[in-house]
């Protein structure tokens, strides 16, 4: 193998890269993810409280609500837009406060406040506005709580926003396209479009078309799992026991990725391979989002030995002494695999002879 | 060195399939060897075996003096091929094509344009191969296996079905190569073509070589040394030139002033193939 030639077929690999679809998806595939993540899962299942209201003199419950962060507060024209704004559930709550109302609180009068829920709103959020309009209406009328809360939280696991949750998944999701389908897709393009016979005419080796592709695999599927990661905010904390978990994980996935090139004469069988395996390969995901099943089950898959380091250090912050066994297992794993790889090669390229 | 290639006793398999059944050859410096033959007859896997692509079941082939083998990076460093099928990545520009394969030469700064004009090629240089005709990429391949200069060209059916122009193009290109003292080898079925480049020629049929020789020297050992006289109330008369009276029949033929034309009997490549193995080239 020579350092010249990999690095030749490296760049004429990036030159066509940019032209191709699937290649361009890979890239653009980390932030379409977490847009996809963080617009439906962020606000779709845990959306913020939205408060909607009219008030007809200069309240300062209005100033006090614009103070409250996790909550959207709109502001209505007129009492009639007020009612048509909570009809069609565009806020949770609505409140009208009349001319004089803050006054009328502080003398001690009782005024009336209405209420106006959205038949669509969530039980939480009402409870939660409802107590958070309590607390500003305390606040005006300078009164101490007649109590004090304490927020203890239950199973931990429970407390983690689903957001959250799901950044193992689509790290690992980046892995398993990235890592995978970038080494098997070159291979069988070249396969398809005859070129590898072309190169194999050259002072190319098998071994350096091989590392090559396993070369720029790795590389892409560390940057995107990087990226990934940064937009989701999970990369603080324990950035080298990542980078360590995501390399091993490179690793597994280039070595499936070259195994599934190999194998695959075209791209039509390519694509059926990574459709029915790869939902084996993703199936740690399963055990993690479905705490109650056998978690034994979860290490027979060898995607395991990085994915439950990934989730430990995202979600519940373990450090690189905590994983470091496992990463060394994927590493193996991984190795094994690349070892295999060497007689599918030999098989390849006489099936591509003849 | 007196060789550029030697093959000896070559012998591949498909399974059960024979395709090459101990052909031996050599093939020297500046010398165009045509491999003659119909489809199946084992060209292109006698091709495959010589560039260090499928391993011989029995025999060895030494290349510029050392012993070919699958992944040979040092012979495979000093020959070029062009195959049959249309291999060039087809999203590259016809330069990026060649400037690609000239890194894997380890050549720097490699000068495209002198090649492409060679091909006539310049003036697409900067446009997508996808976007090429078929002699256009037929062309861009013979640019593309003489781009490291090759001491010895493995040229597998070049001008198949490529238009008159394309044609003249890359058998210029083959002589060109020829003359600064690479070995050529030439696998064809087209006998015209054949027949203009090879210094030798070699008949290949069902795996086997039947006859290796200069088109001359097998035309005269099996074509017919005959005339044939058309005259003018549209009659032929053949004459054989071994009978002793040949020469006053002809004297006696022009002197009639009936003669139209007289053509020479000499045997094509083909009619020689037919007699040497009993079937035709485009079999």
């Given at each position: 193998?020579?350092i010249?030639?990999?690095?030749?077929?490296i760049?004429?690999?990036?030159?066509?890269?940019?032209?191709?679809?699937?290649i361009?998806?890979?890239?653009?595939?980390?932030?379409?993810?977490t847009?996809?993540l963080?617009?439906?899962f962020?606000?779709?299942f845990?959306?913020?409280?939205?408060?909607?209201?009219y008030?007809?003199g200069?309240?300062?419950?209005v100033?006090?609500?614009?103070r409250?962060?996790?909550?959207?507060l709109?502001?209505a024209?007129?009492?009639?837009e007020?009612?048509?704004?909570?009809e069609?559930?565009?806020?949770d709550?609505g409140?009208?406060i009349?001319?004089?109302?803050?006054?009328?609180?502080?003398?001690?009068?009782?005024?009336?406040?209405?209420?106006?829920?959205?038949g669509?709103s969530l039980?939480?959020?009402?409870?939660?506005?409802?107590?958070?309009?309590?607390?500003?209406l305390?606040?005006?009328e300078?009164r101490?709580?007649?109590?004090e809360v304490?927020?203890r939280?239950?199973?931990?696991?429970e407390?983690i926003?689903?957001?959250?949750?799901?950044?193992?998944?689509?790290?690992?999701?980046?892995?398993i396209?990235?890592?995978?389908f970038?080494p098997?897709?070159l291979?069988?393009?070249?396969?398809e479009h005859?070129?590898?016979?072309?190169?194999?005419v050259?002072?190319?080796?098998?071994s350096?078309?091989?590392?090559?592709k396993?070369?720029?695999g790795f590389?892409m599927?560390?940057?995107?799992?990087?990226?990934?990661?940064?937009?989701?905010?999970?990369?603080?904390g324990?950035?080298?026991?990542?980078?360590?978990?995501?390399v091993?994980?490179?690793?597994?996935?280039?070595?499936?990725?070259?195994?599934?090139?190999?194998?695959a004469?075209n791209?039509?069988?390519l694509y059926?391979?990574?459709?029915?395996?790869?939902?084996?390969?993703a199936?740690?995901?399963?055990f993690?989002?479905?705490?109650?099943?056998?978690?034994w089950i979860?290490?027979?898959?060898?995607?395991?030995?990085?994915?439950d380091?990934?989730?430990s250090?995202?979600?519940k912050g373990a450090?690189?002494s905590d994983?470091?066994?496992?990463?060394i297992i994927a590493l193996?794993i991984g190795?094994?695999?690349?070892i295999a790889?060497?007689?599918?090669?030999?098989?390849?390229?006489r099936?591509?002879?003849? | 060195?007196?060789q550029?290639?030697?093959?000896?006793?070559?012998?591949?398999?498909?399974?059960?399939?024979?395709a090459?059944?101990?052909i031996?050859f050599d093939l020297?410096?500046g010398?165009?060897?045509g491999?003659?033959?119909?489809?199946?007859a084992?060209?292109?896997?006698t091709?495959?075996?010589?560039?260090g692509?499928?391993?011989?079941?029995?025999?060895?082939?030494?290349?510029?003096?050392?012993e070919?083998?699958?992944?040979?990076?040092e012979?495979?460093?000093?020959?070029g091929v062009?195959?049959?099928?249309k291999n060039?990545?087809?999203?590259m520009?016809?330069?990026?094509?060649?400037?690609?394969?000239s890194?894997?030469?380890?050549l720097?700064?490699?000068?495209?344009?002198t090649?492409?004009?060679?091909v006539?090629l310049?003036q697409?240089?900067?446009?997508?191969?996808?976007?090429y005709?078929k002699?256009m990429?037929?062309?861009?391949?013979?640019?593309?296996?003489?781009i490291?200069?090759?001491?010895v060209?493995?040229?597998?059916?070049?001008?198949?079905?490529l238009?008159p122009?394309?044609s003249?193009t890359l058998?210029n290109?083959?002589k060109?190569?020829a003359?600064?003292?690479?070995?050529?080898?030439?696998?064809?079925h087209?006998?015209?073509?054949?027949?203009?480049?090879?210094?030798?020629?070699?008949f290949l049929?069902?795996?086997?070589?039947?006859?290796?020789d200069?088109?001359d020297?097998?035309?005269?050992k099996y074509g017919?040394?005959?005339?044939?006289v058309?005259?003018?109330?549209?009659?032929?008369?053949?004459?054989e030139?071994a009978?002793?009276?040949a020469?006053?029949?002809?004297k006696?033929?022009i002197?009639?002033g009936n003669?139209?034309t007289?053509?020479?009997?000499?045997?094509t490549?083909e009619?020689?193939?037919i007699?040497i193995?009993g079937?035709?080239?485009d079999?």
């Amino acid at each position: 193998m020579s350092i010249r030639r990999v690095w030749s077929l490296i760049s004429g690999d990036l030159r066509l890269g940019f032209r191709s679809p699937v290649i361009l998806w890979v890239l653009i595939m980390p932030f379409v993810i977490t847009f996809l993540l963080q617009v439906v899962f962020v606000a779709l299942f845990n959306p913020e409280p939205r408060i909607c209201i009219y008030d007809s003199g200069e309240s300062d419950i209005v100033s006090a609500l614009e103070r409250v962060e996790g909550i959207r507060l709109s502001h209505a024209g007129s009492a009639t837009e007020l009612e048509e704004y909570i009809e069609n559930n565009n806020a949770d709550l609505g409140l009208i406060i009349e001319r004089g109302f803050d006054q009328a609180v502080r003398n001690g009068q009782k005024p009336e406040l209405e209420y106006f829920f959205s038949g669509g709103s969530l039980t939480s959020n009402r409870i939660v506005i409802s107590l958070l309009v309590l607390d500003v209406l305390r606040e005006i009328e300078n009164r101490e709580a007649p109590i004090e809360v304490i927020l203890r939280t239950g199973d931990e696991e429970e407390t983690i926003p689903l957001a959250r949750k799901l950044i193992p998944a689509i790290v690992l999701f980046v892995l398993i396209i990235t890592g995978i389908f970038v080494p098997a897709f070159l291979l069988v393009e070249e396969k398809e479009h005859g070129t590898m016979k072309a190169l194999l005419v050259t002072p190319v080796t098998v071994s350096d078309i091989l590392f090559s592709k396993a070369l720029l695999g790795f590389t892409m599927t560390v940057t995107m799992c990087l990226i990934t990661l940064a937009l989701n905010g999970a990369l603080s904390g324990q950035p080298l026991a990542l980078l360590a978990t995501i390399v091993a994980g490179a690793v597994v996935c280039n070595a499936i990725g070259l195994i599934y090139g190999t194998v695959a004469g075209n791209a039509k069988t390519l694509y059926t391979l990574v459709k029915s395996l790869n939902i084996l390969l993703a199936g740690p995901i399963l055990f993690y989002l479905f705490t109650g099943l056998p978690q034994w089950i979860a290490k027979i898959f060898p995607t395991y030995w990085f994915i439950d380091p990934l989730y430990s250090i995202t979600l519940k912050g373990a450090d690189f002494s905590d994983v470091y066994f496992k990463l060394i297992i994927a590493l193996v794993i991984g190795i094994l695999l690349g070892i295999a790889v060497v007689p599918m090669s030999r098989r390849m390229q006489r099936k591509l002879v003849e | 060195m007196n060789q550029s290639l030697l093959a000896t006793d070559l012998s591949y398999s498909y399974g059960d399939l024979k395709a090459v059944r101990g052909i031996s050859f050599d093939l020297k410096p500046g010398e165009i060897l045509g491999f003659l033959g119909p489809n199946g007859a084992g060209k292109s896997t006698t091709i495959k075996m010589l560039t260090g692509l499928l391993t011989p079941d029995t025999g060895s082939i030494h290349i510029l003096g050392n012993e070919m083998t699958v992944d040979d990076p040092e012979v495979q460093a000093r020959i070029g091929v062009c195959f049959e099928e249309k291999n060039l990545y087809l999203n590259m520009t016809g330069r990026e094509n060649l400037k690609f394969f000239s890194s894997l030469f380890g050549l720097k700064n490699y000068d495209t344009d002198t090649l492409l004009r060679k091909v006539d090629l310049a003036q697409r240089a900067d446009d997508r191969v996808s976007k090429y005709s078929k002699g256009m990429r037929q062309r861009l391949m013979m640019a593309r296996a003489i781009i490291n200069s090759p001491d010895v060209l493995f040229l597998d059916e070049p001008t198949d079905g490529l238009d008159p122009v394309s044609s003249r193009t890359l058998r210029n290109v083959i002589k060109q190569q020829a003359e600064r003292g690479a070995a050529v080898l030439l696998t064809t079925h087209d006998m015209w073509e054949a027949d203009e480049l090879s210094d030798r020629i070699a008949f290949l049929n069902e795996g086997k070589l039947f006859a290796v020789d200069t088109p001359d020297n097998l035309k005269m050992k099996y074509g017919k040394r005959s005339v044939k006289v058309r005259l003018g109330n549209g009659s032929n008369v053949r004459i054989e030139l071994a009978a002793a009276d040949a020469g006053d029949r002809i004297k006696e033929l022009i002197n009639s002033g009936n003669v139209m034309t007289i053509h020479t009997e000499e045997a094509t490549l083909e009619d020689i193939f037919i007699e040497i193995t009993g079937r035709g080239l485009d079999v």
